[in-house]
């Protein structure tokens, strides 16, 4: 059975920090790239940053750069976003996603609430 379980998600003043885990389950976690997603209320889901398979390349939205960092452990089959200076307009649902080929999996998502 396919889980992912994502973690770490609170309530943080702006400019504060969280990171996130997403444990992964029931398939060849190395195989697969590594997202994060994010979706405020009332807007699209969108990509915030992704991991290739061996952690040798990244990619983030441009909002986020210099600010949020993708990482992942293979041996313990968890990806990370290590998040800093975070804004009210980072808070939204933070979702794990995990990509091979046609297959896509989702945890359930965890909220990150920027505020004062």
């Known amino acids: 059975q396919v889980q992912l379980v994502e973690s770490g998600g609170g309530l943080v003043q702006p400019g504060g920090s969280l990171r996130l885990s997403c444990a992964a389950s029931g398939f060849t976690f190395s195989m697969y790239a590594m997202r994060w997603y994010r979706q405020a209320p009332g807007k699209e889901r969108e990509l915030v940053a992704a991991?290739?398979?061996?952690?040798?390349?990244?990619n983030y939205e441009d909002s986020v750069k210099g600010r949020f960092t993708i990482s992942r452990d293979n041996a313990k089959n968890t990806v990370y976003l290590q998040m800093n200076s975070l804004k009210p307009e980072d808070t939204a649902v933070y979702y794990c996603n995990a990509h091979f080929g046609v297959h896509d999996y989702w945890g359930q998502g965890t909220q990150v609430t920027v505020s004062s």
């Open positions: 991991i290739t398979r061996t952690g040798g390349s990244t």
